[in-house]
């Protein structure tokens, strides 16, 4: 009955007197609008983050998506919950003859109003959210240190994110604005086919990058071979890929090349030979050489980073006329380039500790041997 008489207020009853020219029955009904919008907004702000703690155990993801937009959260759901309560209110007096005298602004303006909220909310919690893509990543990395190419996939990841929420919600915005959707779409259409003609070569590049940050060919420090190039990776962006050569010189390498140019990656490579020779001084006691040769050895296979210890040696080879020659043989189980220079350097760093303790010198051209 009371409901009853607020839809249908009766002539000089309480709900049928007007304030602001709007008579007490609407305003009671926006009222009650707001009221429910307001207590969604602070249910969501309140709820959201026990739901998600719940689910999401990284305090920094939590951070970033309960913390840093659960207001956002909260207003879009406030606001999404208006513009329901609203539109229904709208289209139920529009089936029944009720005495509500709904003011232009009431079925024009304040729908739009809280559609445009409603998708600013959006895109701000939205805009927020996209942080986590690099914190979910590192879950997902098993090293827990995000190399460059990573870095570079999150950089691209979150910009395509970005540019897909801000279109998105612009389109929203528009429609709240009373733009015309069909014709601005077809707008946005003419002018995005204008402008990837535009930036042919861009999109291309931007393409290969994304072949590339997907299908790993290479990362960072990877010793490689691309067409005429060698050199070690040392930087992978949107649109090129940097080669650092032996020379010490910068090649610039198009994203787009890539697609089609076979690389040849020595860091994909399941280990590393090395070979060296040692060049001991011609006088040398066999004795001090023979366990010099076993002392070696057994540092290789002592070495964390070596494999195949059974294809590997350090055993004399030949005898010059001005030094006895030790050969090495040794296989690296590393990742990259720097990581086996690395090896290299504290193993020769080794080899000459143990030269020492055995009392043997290497071979020096400027010392006369004697005769």
Same mark, same amino acid.
């Given at each position: ?40 907004r ?38 999404? #919950? ?23 602004? #009431? @079925?024009?303006?304040i /729908? ?9 909310s ?34 691209a ?5 970005r ?15 009373g733009?015309? !959707? ?23 590049? !931007? ?9 790993? /060919? ?19 962006? @949107?649109?090129?890929?940097? #080669? ?6 910068i ?6 090349? !890539? ?18 020779t @040692? ?17 070696? @050895? ?32 040794l ?9 086996e ?26 010392? #006369?041997? /004697?005769?």
């Amino acid at each position: 009955m009371a409901m009853s008489g607020i839809l249908e207020p009766a002539e000089g009853s309480f709900w049928a007197e007007e304030l602001f020219l709007i008579n007490n029955a609407t305003l009671v009904l926006l009222f009650s609008i707001l009221t429910i919008a307001v207590l969604a907004r602070a249910g969501v702000m309140a709820l959201a983050p026990r739901m998600l703690r719940k689910i999401i155990r990284s305090d920094t993801i939590q951070s970033k998506t309960i913390r840093d937009s659960d207001k956002a959260l909260g207003t879009a759901a406030g606001a999404g #919950v208006a513009l329901f309560l609203l539109n229904t209110l709208i289209d139920l007096l529009s089936e029944t003859d009720a005495g509500l005298d709904l003011p232009n602004v #009431v @079925l024009d303006v304040i /729908p739009n109003v809280l559609q445009f909220i409603f998708a600013i909310s959006l895109v701000v919690w939205a805009f927020r959210l996209v942080a986590i893509v690099q914190d979910v990543v590192g879950l997902l990395d098993n090293d827990d240190e995000l190399d460059g190419t990573e870095r570079t996939l999150i950089s691209a990841v979150e910009s395509i994110l970005r540019f897909a929420i801000v279109f998105i919600g612009a389109i929203f915005v528009a429609d709240a604005l009373g733009f015309n !959707l069909t014709s601005l779409v077809a707008g946005l259409g003419i002018s995005g086919l204008a402008l990837a003609l535009a930036a042919k070569d861009t999109i291309s590049n !931007l393409f290969g990058a994304t072949t590339v940050l997907l299908d790993r /060919p290479f990362k960072i420090g990877d010793w490689v071979i691309i067409d005429s190039v060698e050199g070690e990776v040392c930087e992978i962006s @949107l649109r090129t890929t940097l #080669v650092r050569t032996a020379a010490d010189t910068i090649v610039t390498v198009p994203n787009a090349n !890539l697609v089609n140019t076979p690389v040849e990656n020595f860091g994909k490579r399941r280990w590393r030979r090395w070979q060296t020779t @040692l060049h001991l001084d011609l006088n040398s006691d066999p004795g001090s050489v023979a366990q010099f040769c076993d002392q070696v @050895l057994q540092a290789i296979h002592d070495n964390p980073v070596t494999v195949k210890h059974e294809s590997s040696w350090c055993q004399a080879s030949t005898l010059t006329a001005t030094s006895l020659d030790i050969a090495v043989n040794l296989y690296w189980d590393v990742a990259g380039g720097a990581p086996e220079r690395k090896a290299k350097e504290d193993l020769v760093l080794g080899i000459m500790q143990l030269a020492k303790d055995n009392k043997l010198s290497f071979y020096d051209p400027r010392m #006369v041997q /004697p005769s």
